[in-house]
T-cell receptor, first 116, second 113 residues
């Protein structure tokens, strides 16, 4: 069975600081997909990124960057120059493309608070 | 409106009552999912559907029933609501064969008294 661990329950930073959210996953499958979702205080779940297991290139999107390392089974998320609007719960998730499942296994989430 | 919608957004019901949560998507996505989100448990899959008339259980299906007669709709029914089913319910959909990300509805906050 697959598992996603987000060891950081809560992180608090001051605006403009960089912050990294950790995600460690477990799966025996060689093909899988990793995701990050953001849940702001308003409650909706917003898709941020998908990464395929066969593509270890890191990705940058504005102030967001993702570091995928298969050797350590990690898919970490960094926010550069954090802003108050980044305050949210961030979830890492894993999906296996087997049969008709496509189920997402979520980590427990990291509550990020960015202080002004 | 385009996207994925849920109704009602808030619902209070009594123990033992039947309640149905609606989910509608306009993308013609094949896959649809129901999750519940609870403090201490994160997001857990209740049921999912790979296509119309194809549904399967997730991690926590007991006490819930789903149907999918049309691609765009995926209602979730609590046959006899219990207080333990007080939660926030999210519907999600996922599209093409190579697109595994799921897009979530705004959620329904259900309180069972």
């Amino acid at each position: 069975a697959q598992k996603v661990t987000q060891a950081q329950t809560e992180i608090s930073v001051v605006e403009k600081e960089d912050v990294t959210l950790d995600c460690v996953y477990e799966t025996r499958d060689t093909t899988y997909y990793l995701f990050w979702y953001k849940q702001p205080p308003s409650g909706e779940l917003v898709f941020l990124i998908r990464r395929n297991s066969f593509d270890e290139q890191n990705e940058i999107s504005g102030r967001y960057s993702w570091n995928f390392q298969k050797s350590t089974s990690s898919f970490n998320f960094t926010i550069t120059a954090s802003q108050v609007v980044d305050s949210a719960v961030y979830f890492c998730a894993l999906s296996l493309p087997q049969g008709s499942a496509r189920q997402l296994t979520f980590g427990s989430g990291t509550q990020l608070t960015v202080l002004p | 409106d385009a996207g994925i919608t849920q109704s009602p957004r808030y619902k209070i019901t009594e123990t033992g009552r039947q309640v149905t949560l609606m989910c509608h998507q306009t993308w013609s996505h094949s896959y649809m999912f129901w999750y519940r989100q609870d403090l201490g448990h994160g997001l857990r899959l209740i049921y999912y559907s790979a296509a119309a008339d194809i549904t399967d259980k997730g991690e926590v299906p007991d006490g819930y029933v789903v149907s999918r007669s049309k691609t765009e709709n995926f209602p979730l029914t609590l046959e006899s609501a219990t207080r333990s089913q007080t939660s926030v319910y999210f519907c999600a959909s996922s599209g093409t064969a190579f697109s595994y990300e799921q897009y979530f509805g705004p959620g329904t906050r259900l309180t069972v008294t």
